[in-house]
């Protein structure tokens, strides 16, 4: 260390009264740093839409426009719910993909999933085609069983039936998926939060590797058996992590639509409940775990602490309300 150097720095001397507050006053979110960390963005995203000549005026114009505009879509977005005459009009021109990525929705209104990042049709001809991009090596036969299972279940032959009804089906495939999340930190019970999760396929995101993220899976409305070989899937109140590994819609020649995505649904070591010392339930990769689901039953990102890369994981259930009201609370 240098000479005169020292420790000296509000927060290592906050530390010092951490014991005595938390016994007073419970968790202290007052000195997260997380508002001023994520503060650092905005401003790299200023300097990155600039043309790196004299930047300072133009990252200041442009991170004083964005909550601008931010606040302007609020005030419609307040408007639009309290005058139904003017909605449909405000809606046309509202951007809901500011940073913020909040929005509020009428009570009983429908919140929707939106698809992105569409895979040119000259890319992906067939489900073989899929497989090949997502490497998905399975997804004619998981294909077959969701169909089998879902739509031609009270038929003689399911399985037959179902891969007969794969030679008249179009395909649509796409690399990400927007969902809405309820926002538990606002007292507007109608405010959602909206999540971004992707699957590259064969793709590299942004110079690295591929990247296939990872979501909560809501059993009771993916489709899937529940059952497996060695018996019922343990889960969260109905709800499993998952590997995301495709996204696609598959449209039958009489205009019905099928909004599917492909899964590796990861499997309970032990109790569902928390236990060990870090408090928190674990899951591993399971053999049995490829399935395709509705588009519906995914119900955000999963927040997952690797234990052993690519084979275990701890599963976080205190990254946010959500997540906890999800799995513990039902």
């Known amino acids: 260390m240098e000479q005169d150097s020292h420790f000296n720095f509000p927060k290592l001397h906050l530390l010092s009264h951490y014991a005595d507050q938390i016994a007073q006053h419970w968790s202290l979110p007052q000195y997260s740093t997380e508002i001023c960390e994520t503060s650092h963005k905005p401003l790299k995203d200023a300097y990155r839409r600039s043309n790196h000549v004299d930047t300072m005026p133009q990252i200041i114009n442009a991170y004083t426009r964005d909550p601008n505009f931010g606040v302007r879509e609020l005030n419609l977005e307040y408007w639009a719910a309290r005058d139904s005459d003017a909605k449909a009009a405000?809606?046309?021109?509202?951007?809901?993909?500011?940073?913020?990525?909040?929005?509020?929705?009428?009570?009983?209104?429908?919140?929707?999933?939106?698809?992105?990042?569409?895979?040119?049709?000259?890319?992906?001809?067939?489900?073989?085609?899929?497989?090949?991009?997502?490497?998905?090596?399975?997804?004619?036969?998981?294909?077959?069983?969701?169909?089998?299972?879902?739509?031609?279940?009270?038929?003689?032959?399911?399985?037959?039936?179902?891969?007969?009804?794969?030679?008249?089906?179009?395909?649509?495939?796409?690399?990400?998926?927007?969902?809405?999340?309820?926002?538990?930190?606002?007292?507007?019970?109608?405010?959602?939060?909206?999540?971004?999760?992707?699957?590259?396929g064969s793709l590299s995101w942004r110079g690295k590797n591929a990247r296939k993220d990872l979501v909560w899976v809501n059993l009771a409305e993916s489709g899937v058996r529940c059952r497996t070989?060695?018996?019922?899937?343990?889960?969260?109140?109905?709800?499993?992590?998952?590997?995301?590994?495709?996204?696609?819609i598959i449209r039958y020649a009489d205009g019905e639509i099928y909004k599917l995505a492909h899964v590796s649904l990861l499997r309970v070591i032990g109790s569902?409940?928390?236990?060990?010392?870090?408090?928190?339930?674990?899951?591993?990769?399971?053999?049995?775990?490829?399935?395709?689901?509705?588009?519906?039953?995914?119900?955000?990102?999963?927040h997952l602490i690797p234990v052993e890369p690519t084979q275990k994981w701890i599963v976080n259930n205190r990254i946010n309300y959500h997540t906890w009201n999800a799995m513990i609370d039902g």
């Open 90 to 200: 405000i809606e046309t021109v509202l951007c809901r993909s500011r940073t913020t990525v909040q929005f509020s929705r009428l009570k009983g209104e429908a919140v929707w999933m939106r698809l992105q990042n569409r895979v040119s049709w000259q890319e992906i001809g067939n489900l073989r085609d899929i497989g090949k991009e997502f490497m998905i090596p399975s997804i004619w036969d998981d294909v077959v069983d969701f169909f089998a299972n879902n739509v031609y279940r009270s038929s003689e032959d399911p399985d037959a039936d179902a891969k007969a009804s794969l030679d008249h089906m179009e395909f649509q495939v796409f690399r990400g998926v927007e969902i809405p999340i309820p926002d538990q930190d606002v007292e507007d019970k109608n405010a959602y939060q909206l999540q971004h999760v992707r699957t590259t």
């Open 229 to 248: 070989v060695k018996g019922r899937m343990q889960s969260f109140n109905n709800r499993l992590p998952a590997y995301l590994n495709g996204l696609f």
């Open 272 to 302: 569902v409940t928390a236990h060990g010392p870090d408090g928190l339930a674990t899951v591993e990769d399971s053999e049995e775990g490829s399935k395709v689901v509705r588009l519906q039953s995914l119900q955000g990102a999963a």
